[in-house]
């Protein structure tokens, strides 16, 4: 059964989050050290909460994976990728396992 892990930024107040590393060499470091072990990736910009509310995200990342111990092997290699962190937000991540029922 597919498992997903969900990294999601929350905006604060004192929040900030650089995109543009984010996109060109964060997720870069997801592909390299996760890569072998993933089905796929992707990274979704918090736009909004919904109509004239503000998002309450800076953004979430979705990481699909065969099943939980290929999940396991890529964290396993996940040291520089949570160590990057810092290099485009002080957001403090949430995180969220879980498996894909549809």
Same mark, same amino acid.
């Given at each position: 059964? @597919?498992? =997903?892990?969900? /990294?999601? &930024?929350?905006?604060?107040?004192?929040?900030?989050?650089?995109?543009? &590393? &984010? !996109? =060109? !060499?964060?997720?870069?470091?997801? *592909?390299?050290?996760?890569?072998?072990?993933?089905? =796929?990736?992707? *990274?979704?910009?918090?736009? $909004?909460?919904? @109509?004239?509310?503000?998002? $309450?995200?800076?953004?979430?990342?979705? +990481?699909?994976?065969?099943?939980?111990?290929?999940?396991?092997?890529?964290?396993?290699?996940?040291?520089?990728?949570?160590?990057?962190? @810092?290099?485009?937000?002080? =957001?403090?991540?949430?995180?969220? +396992?879980?498996? /894909? +029922?549809?």
């Amino acid at each position: 059964m @597919p498992v =997903s892990m969900q /990294v999601i &930024y929350p905006i604060t107040e004192d929040s900030h989050f650089d995109y543009d &590393y &984010y !996109t =060109s !060499t964060h997720m870069a470091l997801v *592909a390299e050290h996760f890569g072998p072990h993933m089905q =796929s990736a992707q *990274a979704t910009k918090g736009l $909004a909460g919904g @109509p004239k509310t503000p998002p $309450a995200f800076h953004a979430i990342a979705t +990481i699909v994976f065969a099943d939980q111990d290929a999940m396991k092997a890529a964290m396993a290699n996940a040291g520089p990728v949570v160590g990057d962190i @810092p290099n485009f937000t002080n =957001s403090k991540p949430h995180t969220l +396992i879980g498996e /894909v +029922i549809a």
